[in-house]
Nanobody, 126 residues
């Protein structure tokens, strides 16, 4: 079992920044990759960014236009999502997820992830 806890969400004005954190606990040595997803009201959950625990393999949704950055602190079992130049359309519940099956590349399909956090709300006002 792996537990994931997100934090760092909140209300921010357009153009502002937030940094989300996702702390993993439990059998973290059985995980291979971490992903951030988001779900806006009335929309399907979508991939935002992901990273493999080992190496420098990262992946981002094309729509982000380089505004978001994912990073990790292996010693702390923590993954971060730095979000800059936030827009109202970034408003959503943000989830982190982890995959326990081996992968050498970041997966963008939510079905490829096994454990999920409870989510953290990000609201961007115009």
């Amino acid at each position: 079992q792996v537990q994931l806890v997100e934090s760092g969400g909140g209300l921010v004005q357009a153009g502002g920044s937030l940094r989300l954190s996702c702390v993993a606990s439990g059998h973290t040595d059985s995980t291979y990759g971490m992903g951030w997803f988001r779900q806006a009201p009335g929309k399907e959950r979508e991939f935002v960014a992901g990273e493999i625990w080992s190496g420098l393999n990262t992946r981002y949704a094309d729509s982000l236009e380089g505004r978001f950055s994912i990073s990790k602190d292996i010693a702390r079992n923590t993954v971060y999502l730095q979000m800059n130049n936030l827009k109202p359309e970034d408003t959503a519940v943000y989830y982190c997820a982890t995959r326990t099956q081996y992968t050498s590349s970041v997966r963008a399909n939510e079905n490829d992830y096994d454990y999920w956090g409870q989510g953290t709300q990000v609201t961007v006002s115009s």
